[in-house]
């Protein structure tokens, strides 16, 4: 049997978490919430429902992702399949099944939740998201051949494969990071259709107007820097 472990990168998640982690099906080893200076009762409720808790204190998605991968790494024992879903219970934890079985059964080394539009609840992702994605993924398409359709956050991926990817976003270009530099170091990969609903509370990216523009420029600022390499 394949050992899963989860990173849940968590800011100010507290009315969430707990659900998050509650639903993630019981085949995962250990549900890793990294606490990124959250002000609210993330920690406790993460803790309550049985998540490991680590603190990252510097601000941003990736430097919290590379703090749960770090402490991964300081393990004895290694996994097999690192799975990222976010803290805001968007994505349906349930689902991680469905992730994780291209990786099982079909050979592939990495696999994301697209969010297709048939599947998302009304007004589950913002414009800027959704104007975000499609432009990102048409230049991968364009500059690199890539068939991925979303920059979902629900994803799974061997951790051997991941290591080799040296991952270094600190902050909102993580997930394109991660997908370009599979491309480049020509991963199996694919994408599930995921279910995808209103997230609670306000997304500290999309939510705002800087949010939403710096996230902009640093997916643009990833893929215009692997185009020309």
């Known amino acids: ?74 393990q004895s024992k290694q996994p097999d399949i690192i799975v990222f879903i976010d803290g805001d219970y968007s994505d349906y934890p349930e689902e991680l099944d469905k992730i994780v079985a291209p990786i099982l059964n079909q050979k592939m080394d990495f696999v994301i939740g697209a969010r297709k539009k048939e599947l998302r609840e009304a007004g589950s992702m913002t414009f800027p998201q959704i104007f975000g994605n499609e432009l990102a993924t048409f230049l991968m398409r364009i500059f690199f051949s890539a068939k991925f359709t979303d920059l979902g956050p629900f994803r799974a991926i061997r951790y051997e494969k991941l290591k080799e990817l040296q991952m270094e976003d600190k902050t909102y270009g993580w997930t394109v990071e ?22 609670i509370g306000v997304s500290k990216v999309s939510g705002t107007v800087k949010g939403a523009i710096f996230a902009g420029v640093k997916i643009l600022g990833w893929i215009f820097k692997y185009s020309i390499k």
């Open 1 to 74: 049997m394949a050992d899963i472990k989860v990173i849940i990168p968590a800011y100010n998640e507290g009315d969430s978490i707990g659900h998050v982690v509650s639903e993630i099906p019981k085949s995962v080893s250990e549900i890793i919430v990294v606490n990124n200076n959250s002000t609210d009762d993330t920690v406790t409720n993460a803790q309550k429902a049985g998540a490991t808790v680590l603190t990252e204190n510097k601000r941003g998605y990736g430097y919290a992702c590379l703090k749960g991968m770090d402490y991964i790494g300081k």
């Open 178 to 199: 991660m997908q370009l530099k599979a491309l480049r170091k020509k991963l199996a990969y694919t994408e599930v259709p995921v279910r995808y609903k209103k997230r």
